[in-house]
Nanobody, 129 residues
Framework: QVRLMESGGGSVQAGGSLRLSCTAS?????????????MGWFRQAPGKQREGVAA????????YYSNSVKGRFIISRDNTKSTVFLQMNGLQPDDTAMYYC?????????????????WGQGTQVTVSS
């Protein structure tokens, strides 16, 4: 069984920063630059649809960022620990949401949640004005 465990959520004032971590257990992936295996982050605010935030391929250097977080968030990985990080800077109240870690194999479009097979339980991020 694949298990994804998120951590690092919390409450912060506008303009602050948080660093999320997600460790995958049992997730088989390739580190080849040509692979389509991905780990990433989605978020869901109350009453809204879950949306893609950022993703990184387990091989190579390709990344994805949503337009709303581009330039503020940075995704990185440590393949030796099967861990992906999301450094969130310049947080704003609109960033308040439950953040979910996701992983998938043979991902064609990392922005689409339907491409991911595995999901974590989520970690809450709350940004106050």
């Amino acid at each position: 069984q694949v298990r994804l465990m998120e951590s690092g959520g919390g409450s912060v004032q506008a303009g602050g920063s948080l660093r999320l971590s997600c460790t995958a257990s049992g997730f088989r992936y390739s580190t080849r630059t040509s692979s389509s295996d991905v780990m990433g982050w989605f978020r869901q605010a109350p009453g809204k649809q879950r949306e893609g935030v950022a993703a990184i391929y387990t091989g190579g250097t390709s990344t994805y960022y949503s337009n709303s977080v581009k330039g503020r968030f940075i995704i990185s990985r440590d393949n030796t620990k099967s861990t992906v990080f999301l450094q969130m800077n310049g947080l704003q109240p609109d960033d308040t949401a439950m953040y979910y870690c996701a992983a998938g194999n043979y991902v064609a479009d990392p922005a689409h949640l339907s491409e991911y097979s595995y999901w974590g339980q989520g970690t809450q991020v709350t940004v106050s004005s």
